[in-house]
């Protein structure tokens, strides 16, 4: 079955560290994208990636990088700059362009910084 | 920027009452989408709507795409314990139906009481 993968489901972090999310999927997606959740708050937009080697910074993107080095994958690094790293953290894909019909969503990671 | 806002944030039903939310955007939509996410789970796709004034039908849920095409509503007949969860609307970002990069409301927060 076709879908997106995210891994780890649980991470915990120490203050100062750098730790990096997995997002693989399997659908042929060419358009990737990266949001954060917060209790109360909608899915703010980290990063997102039209096409292979080539990404863009969303609304919150301070604290965060991101590689699309295979169309199939899109990690994102939460580094130490980022001030309030705590969230759940959704991987998209979706067919960009006329006729999207949605994004579909990996299962997500849940980072906590202890 | 582009905003798009739900009402209400949360809603408590009884077992059997209709359930609406509403989302507004801040400009004009080439399309909205909805979403919903279980407790604990990630966000689904369960629908598109492109044309002004377009109402669909899904079962006992009903979505409608405002004239103006800046507001949508989500109508839930007779709710049942199994549509607990978060509702999402979200439209693509101004000028960026190309490439399917959204803005999410913050969702309306649904509990259904036995």
């Known amino acids: 079955d076709g879908g997106i993968t995210q891994s780890p489901k649980y991470l915990f972090r120490k203050e100062g560290q750098n730790v990096t999310l997995s997002c693989e999927q399997n659908?042929?997606?060419?358009?990737m994208y990266w949001y954060r959740q917060d209790p109360g708050q909608g899915l703010r937009l980290i990063y997102y990636?039209?096409?292979?080697?080539?990404?863009q910074k969303g609304d919150i993107a301070e604290g965060y990088s991101v590689s699309r080095e295979k169309k199939e994958s899109f990690p994102l690094t939460v580094t130490s700059a980022q001030k309030n790293p705590t969230a759940f953290y959704l991987c998209?894909?979706?067919?960009?362009?006329?006729?999207?019909?949605?994004?579909?969503f990996g299962s997500g990671t849940r980072l906590t910084v202890v | 920027g582009q905003q798009v806002m739900q009402i209400p944030q949360y809603q408590h039903v009884q077992e059997g009452e209709d359930f609406t939310t509403y989302c507004n955007s801040s400009t004009t939509l080439s399309n909205i989408q909805w979403y919903k996410q279980r407790p604990g789970g990630h966000p689904v796709f369960l629908i598109q709507?492109?044309?002004?004034?377009e109402v669909k039908k899904q079962k006992r849920l009903t979505f409608q795409f405002g004239e103006a095409k800046k507001n949508s509503s989500l109508h839930i007949t007779a709710t049942q314990t199994t549509d607990v969860g978060t509702y999402f609307c979200a439209g693509p970002n101004a000028g960026g139906t190309s490439y399917g990069k959204l803005t999410f409301g913050q969702g309306t927060i649904l509990t259904v009481h036995p």
């Open positions: 709507l492109v044309k002004s004034g």
């Open positions: 659908l042929n997606h060419d358009a």
């Open positions: 990636s039209q096409i292979v080697n080539d990404f």
């Open positions: 998209a894909s979706s067919i960009p362009g006329p006729g999207n019909y949605g994004y579909t």
